[in-house]
């Protein structure tokens, strides 16, 4: 059980490693005319306050609170790879 679980965290921390690798690598090439296509992506967010962010003034203390995730090309193909990586493991 324990051997799952730690394959488990492997697997969820190589995914982590694709995704910011891979968002990295498409920031890094949008301004390169040939792989600007790697940087093409939509963004999501929750929220509904001042930037799409929960928004709470106190007077004394205000509290903003949002999440915004950037899906791109890029970052699909960073998941990829590591799935490739995680199956040669």
Excluded at 31 to 53: K, Q, R
Excluded at 63 to 75: D, E, V
Aim: with cysteine; aromatic share 14%.
């Amino acid at each position: 059980m324990a051997g799952r679980t730690g394959k488990a965290w492997v697997l969820l921390l190589l995914m982590l490693c694709g995704v910011v690798i891979g968002s990295f690598l498409g920031h890094l090439t949008k301004d390169v005319s040939w792989l600007s296509w790697l940087d093409y992506g939509m963004t999501f967010g929750i929220g509904n306050g001042e930037n799409g962010a929960f928004f709470l003034n106190l007077g004394v203390i205000t509290f903003t609170l949002g999440l915004s995730i950037k899906i791109s090309i890029a970052s699909i193909l960073g998941v990829v790879i590591a799935f490739f990586v995680y199956r040669r493991l």
